[in-house]
T-cell receptor
Framework: GQSLEQPSEVTAVEGAIVQINCTYQ??????LSWYQQHDGGAPTFLSY??LDGLEETGRFSSFLSRSDSYGYLLLQELQMKDSASYFC????????????WGAGTKLIIKP | GAGVSQTPSNKVTEKGKYVELRCDPI?????LYWYRQSLGQGPEFLIY????????DSGLPNDRFFAVRPEGSVSTLKIQRTERGDSAVYLC?????????????FGPGTRLTVL
C-alpha cells in the first residue's frame, strides 16, 4: 500500500527553527512535495525534492533521502504567520503522478 | 486568470439532492485534478483530467460522483443523491502539463455540507 507518516502537531517559538519529518511508503515514488495550508485556505506549494539532498527557498528548506524513504521540511526564523498545517505529498509515477498526501502537521507557534 | 478559482465557496444541501461544483483552472494548464479533504486529513485524490478527457478517475468513491471538462478548461464535479458522508472541502488543482515535476496549484475549495 501507500502511506505517509508525519507528526500530527509540532509546537515552536517565534524566531526558532523547526523540522517536520515525513516518512513514506509508496509503489512508484517520483518526488516529495511540501504544501502549506492555513485554516480555511488552499494548499500552497512550498517545495519539491526529486533527488536526494537539500533544496533551499528562503526561510524554508526541504530534504530528501530516497534510500531511507524519508524527507523533512525545515522552517527557520519562525514567524507567527507560519502557523499552519504542513503536508508532505508523494508523486506516484504508477498513478499518473497523483499526489498522495500525508495527514498533515499542525505547526503551532508561540510568541 | 491569475489562479485557480472555485465556485461556490460554500454549498449547503439536503441529503438526496444533486450538486455541481465548478473549477476554473489557471489559463493554459492542461492538467486538472479534483481532491476531497476532510477535517484534519490531507487531500484525497478523486479524478485527473488531461485536456478534455478523464485520464484517471480511480479516486471517485462511487457512481454518484461524476466530473466533466468539455472544453479542456473549466471543470464541473457533479454529485448525485448526496449523502451526509459527502460533506467535505472539495479542492481543485491545475498544473501546466501533468508531468511528474509540474507543480499543482490549488483553488480555495468548495466546502460542501450535506444536512
Amino acid at each position: 500500500g501507500q502511506s505517509l507518516e508525519q507528526p500530527s502537531e509540532v509546537t515552536a517559538v517565534e524566531g526558532a527553527i523547526v523540522q517536520i519529518n515525513c516518512t513514506y511508503q509508496t509503489s512508484g515514488f517520483y518526488g516529495l512535495s511540501w504544501y502549506q495550508q492555513h485554516d480555511g485556505g488552499a494548499p500552497t506549494f512550498l517545495s519539491y525534492n526529486g533527488l536526494d539532498g537539500l533544496e533551499e527557498t528562503g526561510r524554508f528548506s526541504s530534504f530528501l533521502s530516497r534510500s531511507d524513504s524519508y524527507g523533512y521540511l525545515l522552517l527557520q526564523e519562525l514567524q507567527m504567520k507560519d502557523s499552519a498545517s504542513y503536508f508532505c505529498a508523494v508523486r506516484d509515477s504508477r498513478a499518473n503522478y497523483q499526489l498522495i498526501w500525508g495527514a498533515g502537521t499542525k505547526l503551532i507557534i508561540k510568541p | 486568470g491569475a489562479g485557480v478559482s472555485q465556485t461556490p465557496s460554500n454549498k449547503v444541501t439536503e441529503k438526496g439532492k444533486y450538486v455541481e461544483l465548478r473549477c476554473d483552472p489557471i489559463s493554459g494548464h492542461t492538467a486538472l485534478y479534483w481532491y476531497r479533504q476532510s477535517l484534519g486529513q490531507g487531500p484525497e485524490f478523486l479524478i485527473y483530467f488531461q485536456g478534455t478527457g478523464a485520464a484517471d478517475d480511480s479516486g471517485l468513491p462511487n457512481d454518484r460522483f461524476f466530473a466533466v471538462r468539455p472544453e479542456g478548461s473549466v471543470s464541473t464535479l457533479k454529485i448525485q443523491r448526496t449523502e451526509r458522508g459527502d460533506s467535505a472541502v472539495y479542492l481543485c488543482a491545475s498544473s501546466l502539463t501533468g508531468a511528474g515535476t509540474d507543480t499543482q496549484y490549488f483553488g480555495p475549495g468548495t466546502r460542501l455540507t450535506v444536512l
